[in-house]
Nanobody, 120 residues
Framework: VQLVESGGGLVQAGGSLRLSCAAS????????MGWFRQAPGKEREFVAA????????VYANSVKGRFTISRDNAKNTVYLQMNSLEPEDTAVYYC??????????????WGQGTQVTVSS
């Protein structure tokens, strides 16, 4: 069972990035997927989640209107499109599989994370 994130990097404020998370070894279409992030010295926090069939999505207030979560069950991949990035978005971003929720404890399969750095 594995989740592998990609797409992170360094971007200027106002720019965009698209993160991808490829899943293997699990029935991907049966799981809700979430994105979380952790900045240095801070706790890991919820960013966005999508239900197994994409019928429901939920976002943290801090990213609402700027970030979009989506998934392609045929490709076992979940995406996070991040627009209008701000320096405060700098963090390691993690994808996770579990039950549709904004709560970390509801996700029990985690990726290794990808660094996103937004310069001012």
């Amino acid at each position: 069972v594995q989740l592998v994130e990609s797409g992170g990097g360094l971007v200027q404020a106002g720019g965009s990035l698209r993160l991808s998370c490829a899943a293997s070894g699990l029935p991907f279409s049966s799981y809700a997927m979430g994105w979380f992030r952790q900045a240095p010295g801070k706790e890991r926090e919820f960013v966005a989640a999508i239900s197994w069939g994409s019928s429901s999505t939920v976002y943290a207030n801090s990213v609402k209107g700027r970030f979009t979560i989506s998934r392609d069950n045929a490709k076992n991949t979940v995406y996070l499109q991040m627009n209008s990035l701000e320096p405060e978005d700098t963090a390691v971003y993690y994808c996770a599989a579990g039950t549709y929720s904004i709560t970390l404890s509801q996700y029990h399969i985690w990726g290794q994370g990808t660094q996103v750095t937004v310069s001012s």
